[in-house]
């Protein structure tokens, strides 16, 4: 598919009564612009893994129809899931995901047909002279299954050890590296029109892995065996892209393959700070321009949709915050960070109303944050003509902010739209004068400040 670079414009301004009002939100590009129109625009997709668990979440799923366009199963489609004893299948849960993604105008990368992990203990026990008739007829009644329904197969997963060797697993055991042409061949007659990768981790960068799989898939390649292209996981840890990663890349595509990045994720030891969130901006950003910049990477696909539905924190404890959205499904600096690799704007001027021309109240906040808490201090001015005889000032904390403690007045509830009111001692508020509160509060790494305040039914300048 040609790149275009269709330039995506910035969202409106709107000028009222002469006011100008801009108002910088996280959300990137204009509202409805997700990842996946940004990445279409560059000739790319932008995916996500979901799980059949996931589907029943209703804010992870908003997020991921209006982000993605390429779904991976999380686990639906792996051999213990889909086979779990011999000859005895189990397409439920993938149909489940692949239903979700067809309504969602979503492609499917299959994941995966082979892999010596969540691999059924009959698999492992079987003789040796019984393994190839067992995987090709799981290839063949999988790959059928979802014949024309998936854009790609991760036909073999994770084929390698670390130091560019084939992994010693039931199938090479049974039937030495041969498995893997056989695993192909077999994939391709039964759905033709998947694309067919091999796909493993830590083969981003230059390295003994990735140079065991570059000789493979040069090997395949030169054999005319199917294989159309190679995935590589990009489970990173924080600030550690390897800076080989587009040169690899680009030796895989010499051969005449394709690449994607498939299970991106970026870990950090917990708790996140400012610091880590944005070397993970970074490193989201590095990732998306390394895909961008090299002609054949087909799309980048997320490990999760948000950091509340990732595997990191369950398989690497004391590691997570990996994931593009936070626990709350809020966008994290690397959503804003992606998006504006791929093209997108991420301060957008949004449409706030002014306040009535008749508005009798003034407010001003500042914010200090740290790590994970922040201070905000608000003033309210009363600019109108008549004494303020007890006050009520309701606004909306960004997501992820939960007030913890408060100072003159009460605030209630502790996130989401919230009313401050006075206490006993600063309940009047006389023409011209001033009134200050403040608050402290946890956030998940949203630090803005509230943008819109109405004082007693009114909206504030
Ligand atoms: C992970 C899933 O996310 C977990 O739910 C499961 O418990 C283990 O597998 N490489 C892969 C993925 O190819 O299939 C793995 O998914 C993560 C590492």
Not at 156 to 167: A, Q, T
Request: glycine share 10%; charged share 10%; aromatic share 8%.
């Amino acid at each position: 598919m040609p790149r275009t670079t269709t330039a995506l414009a910035a969202a409106a301004t709107l000028a009222v009564g002469g006011l100008l009002l801009a108002a910088v939100t996280s959300q990137a590009g204009a509202a409805g612009t997700g990842l996946k129109t940004l990445a279409e625009a560059k000739g790319i997709y932008f995916g996500t893994a979901l799980t059949q668990s996931n589907l029943s979440n209703s804010t992870l799923t908003a997020v991921a129809g209006a982000q993605f366009d390429m779904v991976t199963p999380g686990n639906e489609m792996k051999w213990d899931t889909t086979e779990p004893s011999n000859g005895s299948y189990n397409f439920g849960p993938g149909d489940a995901i692949v239903s979700f993604a067809q309504s969602h105008d979503m492609r499917v990368r299959g994941h995966n047909l082979v892999w010596h992990s969540q691999l059924p203990g009959w698999v492992n026990g079987l003789p040796s002279n019984q393994v190839q008739a067992a995987m090709e007829a799981h290839i063949t009644t999988e790959a059928t299954h979802y014949k024309g329904k998936l854009y790609a197969w991760d036909v073999v997963n994770e084929p390698f050890n670390e130091d560019g060797s084939l992994r010693q697993d039931a199938f090479y055991n049974a039937m030495g590296s041969g498995y893997l042409a056989d695993a192909l061949r077999t994939a391709h007659a039964a759905d033709p029109n998947a694309k067919l990768y091999l796909n493993d981790y830590n083969i981003e960068g230059q390295n003994a892995k990735s140079d065991g799989m570059y000789r493979l898939v040069s090997q395949l390649k030169s054999q005319g065996v199917p294989i159309d292209g190679v995935g590589l996981e990009s489970h990173f840890i924080v600030g550690q892209v390897p800076s080989s990663m587009r040169a690899n890349m680009q030796r895989f595509t010499a051969l005449g393959l394709d690449v994607a990045i498939t299970e991106l994720d970026d870990r950090i030891q917990l708790p996140a700070n400012s610091s880590t969130l944005a070397q993970q901006a970074t490193d989201y950003a590095t990732v998306v321009n390394n895909c961008l910049a090299v002609s054949r990477c087909v799309g980048v696909s997320q490990w999760g949709v948000g950091d509340a539905d990732s595997w990191i924190p369950g398989t690497f404890p004391g590691q997570g915050a990996a994931t593009m959205y936070d626990n709350n499904y809020q966008p994290k600096p690397a959503y804003n960070s992606t998006a504006t690799a791929l093209g997108g704007s991420t301060t957008t001027t949004t449409t706030t109303p002014p306040p009535p021309p008749n508005s009798t109240c003034a407010v001003t906040d500042s914010v200090n944050a740290w790590n994970t808490g922040l201070t905000e201090s608000i003033t309210i001015t009363n600019t109108g003509t008549a004494p303020i005889n007890g006050w009520s000032l309701a606004f909306t904390l960004a997501g992820g902010q939960t007030v913890t403690s408060a100072w003159n007045a009460s605030i209630t509830p502790a996130s989401g739209q919230v009313a401050a009111k006075n206490v006993g001692y600063n309940g009047s508020v006389a023409p011209g004068a001033s009134v200050s509160f403040g608050f402290q509060a946890t956030h998940t790494g949203n630090t803005s400040a509230p943008g819109d305040f109405t004082l007693n039914g009114t909206r504030c300048a």
